[in-house]
Protein backbone atom coordinates (compact mmCIF):
# COMPACT_ATOMS: atom_id res chain seq x y z
CA UNK A 1 0.00 0.00 0.00
CA UNK A 2 2.79 2.53 0.76
CA UNK A 3 4.43 1.68 -2.72
CA UNK A 4 1.13 2.56 -4.18
CA UNK A 5 0.64 6.03 -2.70
CA UNK A 6 4.57 6.65 -3.69
CA UNK A 7 4.01 6.08 -6.85
CA UNK A 8 0.93 7.83 -7.05
CA UNK A 9 2.42 10.90 -4.96
CA UNK A 10 5.74 11.11 -7.41
CA UNK A 11 3.05 10.41 -10.81
CA UNK A 12 1.21 13.86 -9.42
CA UNK A 13 3.85 15.49 -8.92
CA UNK A 14 5.39 15.02 -12.40
CA UNK A 15 2.20 15.49 -14.23
CA UNK A 16 1.86 19.04 -12.50
CA UNK A 17 2.29 22.28 -14.33
CA UNK A 18 5.68 23.71 -14.69
CA UNK A 19 6.48 27.34 -15.55
CA UNK A 20 9.93 28.50 -16.52
CA UNK A 21 11.28 31.65 -16.85
CA UNK A 22 14.02 31.71 -19.26
CA UNK A 23 16.48 34.80 -19.88
CA UNK A 24 18.48 35.02 -22.85
CA UNK A 25 21.65 37.47 -22.01
CA UNK A 26 21.55 40.67 -24.07
CA UNK A 27 24.27 43.07 -25.04
CA UNK A 28 23.84 46.74 -23.95
CA UNK A 29 23.11 47.50 -27.46
CA UNK A 30 19.96 44.88 -27.39
CA UNK A 31 19.22 46.13 -24.05
CA UNK A 32 18.52 49.90 -25.30
CA UNK A 33 17.30 48.93 -28.65
CA UNK A 34 14.32 46.73 -27.05
CA UNK A 35 13.68 49.74 -24.31
CA UNK A 36 10.47 51.88 -25.36
CA UNK A 37 12.44 54.12 -22.38
CA UNK A 38 15.40 53.99 -20.32
CA UNK A 39 14.93 56.33 -16.68
CA UNK A 40 17.00 56.97 -14.19
CA UNK A 41 14.68 57.02 -11.12
CA UNK A 42 14.27 56.47 -7.61
CA UNK A 43 11.66 54.04 -6.49
CA UNK A 44 8.57 55.77 -4.58
CA UNK A 45 6.70 52.71 -4.08
CA UNK A 46 5.87 49.29 -4.12
CA UNK A 47 2.90 47.35 -3.99
CA UNK A 48 1.83 43.87 -4.40
CA UNK A 49 -0.89 42.46 -6.36
CA UNK A 50 -2.34 39.11 -7.45
CA UNK A 51 -2.45 38.85 -11.34
CA UNK A 52 -6.20 38.65 -12.89
CA UNK A 53 -6.14 34.79 -12.63
CA UNK A 54 -4.94 34.82 -9.15
CA UNK A 55 -2.29 32.53 -9.85
CA UNK A 56 0.91 34.69 -9.33
CA UNK A 57 1.53 37.63 -7.61
CA UNK A 58 3.56 40.63 -9.51
CA UNK A 59 4.65 44.01 -7.84
CA UNK A 60 3.66 47.41 -9.09
CA UNK A 61 6.58 50.21 -8.55
CA UNK A 62 5.53 53.83 -8.80
CA UNK A 63 8.73 55.68 -9.77
CA UNK A 64 9.94 59.12 -8.96
CA UNK A 65 12.05 59.96 -12.34
CA UNK A 66 15.20 62.12 -11.97
CA UNK A 67 16.40 61.86 -15.57
CA UNK A 68 15.05 60.03 -19.02
CA UNK A 69 18.15 59.02 -21.21
CA UNK A 70 15.54 57.53 -23.93
CA UNK A 71 11.53 58.10 -24.40
CA UNK A 72 9.58 59.13 -21.83
CA UNK A 73 6.79 57.81 -19.62
CA UNK A 74 6.07 60.81 -17.55
CA UNK A 75 6.95 62.19 -14.25
CA UNK A 76 5.96 59.38 -12.22
CA UNK A 77 5.75 55.53 -14.13
CA UNK A 78 4.43 52.92 -12.78
CA UNK A 79 6.45 49.39 -13.54
CA UNK A 80 5.96 46.08 -13.37
CA UNK A 81 7.63 43.33 -11.75
CA UNK A 82 6.80 39.77 -11.19
CA UNK A 83 6.74 38.12 -7.96
CA UNK A 84 6.50 40.15 -4.26
CA UNK A 85 3.63 39.95 -1.57
CA UNK A 86 0.32 40.19 -1.42
CA UNK A 87 -2.32 38.64 0.94
CA UNK A 88 -0.34 37.70 3.26
CA UNK A 89 1.62 35.32 0.31
CA UNK A 90 5.28 35.99 -1.17
CA UNK A 91 5.47 34.69 -4.43
CA UNK A 92 9.76 34.80 -5.49
CA UNK A 93 11.37 34.20 -8.74
CA UNK A 94 14.73 33.46 -9.93
CA UNK A 95 15.67 36.18 -12.24
CA UNK A 96 13.22 38.84 -11.61
CA UNK A 97 14.48 42.02 -10.03
CA UNK A 98 13.30 43.47 -6.74
CA UNK A 99 13.00 46.81 -5.95
CA UNK A 100 12.69 48.85 -2.71
CA UNK A 101 11.68 52.42 -1.70
CA UNK A 102 14.27 54.92 -1.92
CA UNK A 103 16.29 52.45 -4.34
CA UNK A 104 18.30 54.57 -7.23
CA UNK A 105 17.83 53.10 -10.51
CA UNK A 106 17.99 53.32 -14.02
CA UNK A 107 15.37 51.00 -15.97
CA UNK A 108 15.40 49.94 -19.30
CA UNK A 109 11.67 49.65 -19.68
CA UNK A 110 9.58 47.76 -22.59
CA UNK A 111 6.00 47.64 -23.03
CA UNK A 112 3.62 47.06 -26.66
CA UNK A 113 0.39 47.98 -26.27
CA UNK A 114 -1.34 49.46 -23.32
CA UNK A 115 0.37 47.83 -20.35
CA UNK A 116 2.16 48.63 -17.01
CA UNK A 117 6.04 48.83 -18.65
CA UNK A 118 8.50 45.86 -17.29
CA UNK A 119 12.29 45.54 -17.46
CA UNK A 120 13.62 44.68 -20.78
CA UNK A 121 15.38 40.83 -19.76
CA UNK A 122 14.06 41.30 -16.14
CA UNK A 123 17.69 42.01 -14.27
CA UNK A 124 19.61 42.75 -17.04
CA UNK A 125 17.35 45.75 -17.38
CA UNK A 126 17.81 47.07 -14.18
CA UNK A 127 21.00 48.50 -13.31
CA UNK A 128 21.62 50.18 -9.75
CA UNK A 129 22.91 53.64 -9.10
CA UNK A 130 25.61 54.79 -5.70
CA UNK A 131 25.66 57.68 -4.97
CA UNK A 132 29.29 58.53 -3.67
CA UNK A 133 29.59 59.87 -0.19
CA UNK A 134 32.29 61.99 -1.22
CA UNK A 135 31.43 63.80 -3.86
CA UNK A 136 27.89 63.30 -4.19
CA UNK A 137 28.51 61.81 -7.54
CA UNK A 138 25.73 59.18 -9.12
CA UNK A 139 27.74 55.74 -10.26
CA UNK A 140 25.58 53.33 -12.23
CA UNK A 141 27.88 50.18 -12.79
CA UNK A 142 27.53 49.00 -16.29
CA UNK A 143 26.46 45.75 -17.96
CA UNK A 144 28.35 42.36 -17.13
CA UNK A 145 27.64 41.37 -20.58
CA UNK A 146 29.76 42.97 -23.48
CA UNK A 147 29.47 42.00 -27.58
CA UNK A 148 32.29 40.94 -28.95
CA UNK A 149 33.87 41.60 -32.07
CA UNK A 150 33.63 37.92 -32.96
CA UNK A 151 29.83 38.50 -31.99
CA UNK A 152 29.90 36.50 -28.88
CA UNK A 153 28.71 37.91 -25.24
CA UNK A 154 32.01 37.82 -22.75
CA UNK A 155 30.59 37.60 -19.38
CA UNK A 156 32.91 39.38 -16.91
CA UNK A 157 34.48 42.12 -19.32
CA UNK A 158 37.86 43.01 -17.55
CA UNK A 159 37.12 46.29 -18.97
CA UNK A 160 33.69 47.31 -16.85
CA UNK A 161 33.90 50.02 -14.47
CA UNK A 162 31.30 52.37 -12.73
CA UNK A 163 30.34 55.21 -14.90
CA UNK A 164 29.03 58.69 -13.68
CA UNK A 165 25.47 58.84 -15.14
CA UNK A 166 26.88 61.34 -17.68
CA UNK A 167 28.84 59.11 -19.14
CA UNK A 168 26.26 56.26 -18.84
CA UNK A 169 23.72 58.61 -20.22
CA UNK A 170 26.40 59.03 -23.61
CA UNK A 171 26.65 55.04 -23.65
CA UNK A 172 22.90 54.85 -24.39
CA UNK A 173 22.66 57.68 -26.84
CA UNK A 174 25.16 56.13 -28.52
CA UNK A 175 24.08 52.71 -28.54
CA UNK A 176 20.53 54.10 -29.52
CA UNK A 177 22.61 55.78 -32.44
CA UNK A 178 24.38 52.63 -33.78
CA UNK A 179 20.75 50.70 -33.50
CA UNK A 180 19.41 52.84 -36.00
Not at 7 to 15: D, E, H, P, R
Not at 22 to 34: D, K, N, Q, R, Y
Not at 129 to 152: I, N, Q
Request: proline residues 7%.
Amino acid sequence: MKHLASFFLIAAVCIAPVEAITVVPMTFEELVAESTAVVYARVADVRGRWTADRRNIESVVTLESLRYLKGDLGAEPAVRLPGGEAGGMMQVLPGAPVLRTGDLVVLFLGARGPVIPSPVGLTQGVFRVAVDPRTGTALVMPPPLKASAAGRIIRGAVDRRALTMDAFAREVRAAAGAGR
